[in-house]
């Protein structure tokens, strides 16, 4: 069973700053929810920490809020529904991608570019925030799930 645990305000500093330095993002509008020790879940609603809780004990629950990131020692990776929530914020490691790029990105496939970036980016098309990537020296690795992905043109 997946423990469910909210963040302190003194984790939640944490992680805005680490946001912050990575894509320029200032504030979290919500409550963050640890599930596990890697996955951020974003909860929003009416209820209090303890009505959760409560209800967690009574039910079994899949997940509470949306799924918002994934944090790992070198740094946070936004969900694509992350990318979604805070692109208003998001103003740093920015990757622009052209038609051709963004069809191969949504398709799953890594992008073989050199962008001069290190570690989590955000790939964007034209306005359109597509979900986060890592850079490294000569690719952007693909984290956009199954579910989510463009079928091929070919098939």
């Known amino acids: 069973m997946i423990e469910w645990r909210f963040l302190n305000s003194q984790e939640k500093k944490k992680i805005e700053a680490t946001l912050k330095g990575e ?46 990131a994934k944090v790992f020692d070198d740094g946070i990776r936004l969900s694509v529904d992350g990318v979604q929530i805070m692109k208003d914020q998001i103003s740093r490691n920015i990757v622009e991608l052209d038609e051709e790029q963004a069809e191969t990105w949504m398709q799953g496939s890594e992008l073989l570019v050199k962008t001069g970036k290190k570690g989590y980016v955000v790939m964007k098309y034209k306005n359109d925030f597509l979900g986060c990537g890592k850079a490294s020296a000569e690719k952007i690795t693909n984290f956009i799930p199954k579910n989510r992905r463009l079928k091929s043109r070919l098939n």
């Open 23 to 68: 894509f320029g993002i200032k504030k979290i509008p919500g409550e963050l929810i640890s599930a596990g020790s890697e996955k951020l879940f974003l909860f929003s609603g009416d209820a209090s920490e303890s009505d959760v809780k409560e209800f967690i004990e009574i039910s079994p629950v899949d997940r509470v809020g949306i799924y918002f």
